[in-house]
């Protein structure tokens, strides 16, 4: 997202779009002067059909409406990582062991295949599968904690996996965690669903794409090496679908970085 400013008599008008996007529109008067408004970028990006083509901003002085240029050097990963729903949040147990800290090289993109909050989309429905997997993982598979590092659900919303993960990830590092062998220096992310042959929907899509411009930007990782899990090891995880889509994931996360 980024912030433009402008006079107070401008007039804006979307170019496309539904009620959707363009409630969220939000023009903050900064003095008689100047307001802000507030455009998510991603409103441009995206292949959904609602989202606007562009934005005209008209002067009630100009006698022609001015084209506004969208600029694309603002993305906001502080503001995604801050929105993350760190492990105290949703209620995390306490990690068995301390982890090392480690300079991560990937994004690693996994999918929970049957560990799903079965449709439901609310953030204590987010929380609730957050507490599932992580019992899951330290009670039947034995580790310390959480394996991956990040959870990304059907509502959107993003929860810290590991401990740890968050506060590191901010100052361009990572936890040593388990979610692929061979890039646990890296961040993985748990992608609520089945993907096999099921299309993600457009929210949590937009939340994957945030999340992974968010770390490569924090930690200088080229969109490049936004990897599936199968890349390090024999498994079907992300599934087909999503595998599928890792080049318009990193093609994506490029544009948002600009
Ligand atoms: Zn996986």
């Given at each position: 997202?980024?912030?433009?400013?402008?006079?107070?008599?401008?007039?804006?008008?979307?170019?496309?779009?539904?009620?959707?996007?363009?409630?969220?529109?939000?023009?903050?008067?900064?003095?008689?002067?100047?307001?802000?408004?507030?455009?998510?970028?991603?409103?441009?990006?995206?292949?959904?059909?609602?989202?606007?083509?562009?934005?005209?901003?008209?002067?009630?002085?100009?006698?022609?409406?001015?084209?506004?240029?969208?600029?694309?050097?603002?993305?906001?990963?502080?503001?995604?990582?801050?929105?993350?729903?760190?492990?105290?949040?949703?209620?995390?147990?306490?990690?068995?062991?301390?982890?090392?800290?480690?300079?991560?090289?990937?994004?690693?993109?996994?999918?929970?295949?049957s560990l799903t909050a079965s449709g439901?989309?609310?953030?204590?429905?987010?929380?609730?599968?957050?507490?599932?997997?992580?019992?899951?993982?330290?009670?039947?598979?034995?580790?310390?904690?959480?394996?991956?590092?990040?959870?990304?659900?059907?509502?959107?919303?993003?929860?810290?996996?590991?401990?740890?993960?968050?506060?590191?990830?901010?100052?361009?590092?990572?936890?040593?965690?388990?979610?692929?062998?061979?890039?646990?220096?890296?961040?993985?992310?748990?992608?609520?669903?089945?993907?096999?042959?099921?299309?993600?929907?457009?929210?949590?899509?937009?939340?994957?794409?945030?999340?992974?411009?968010?770390?490569?930007?924090?930690?200088?990782?080229?969109?490049?090496?936004?990897?599936?899990?199968?890349?390090?090891?024999?498994?079907?995880?992300?599934?087909?679908?999503?595998?599928?889509q890792l080049p318009k994931l990193r093609?994506?996360?490029?544009?948002?970085?600009?």
């Amino acid at each position: 997202m980024t912030w433009l400013k402008l006079t107070k008599q401008a007039l804006y008008l979307m170019k496309g779009g539904s009620a959707q996007y363009i409630d969220k529109v939000d023009l903050t008067a900064i003095s008689d002067k100047e307001s802000k408004l507030h455009i998510p970028l991603k409103w441009f990006q995206v292949s959904d059909s609602d989202a606007p083509s562009g934005l005209v901003v008209a002067f009630e002085s100009a006698s022609e409406p001015e084209k506004l240029e969208i600029p694309s050097d603002g993305f906001d990963a502080a503001g995604v990582l801050n929105r993350v729903i760190s492990t105290r949040d949703w209620g995390a147990r306490g990690p068995r062991t301390q982890f090392g800290m480690t300079t991560p090289r990937y994004i690693v993109i996994h999918h929970t295949f049957s560990l799903t909050a079965s449709g439901n989309q609310s953030e204590s429905a987010a929380k609730t599968l957050a507490r599932n997997i992580q019992n899951f993982h330290m009670d039947n598979n034995g580790w310390s904690d959480s394996g991956h590092n990040f959870l990304n659900t059907t509502g959107g919303f993003t929860l810290e996996g590991r401990h740890g993960t968050l506060g590191n990830i901010k100052n361009g590092l990572c936890v040593r965690s388990a979610h692929a062998p061979g890039a646990n220096d890296s961040p993985g992310i748990e992608n609520e669903g089945d993907f096999r042959t099921a299309a993600m929907g457009a929210t949590q899509w937009n939340s994957l794409v945030d999340l992974c411009a968010a770390i490569c930007k924090s930690c200088s990782i080229d969109p490049n090496n936004i990897k599936g899990h199968r890349d390090f090891v024999a498994t079907e995880c992300p599934g087909d679908w999503l595998y599928g889509q890792l080049p318009k994931l990193r093609n994506e996360v490029r544009n948002n970085l600009g």
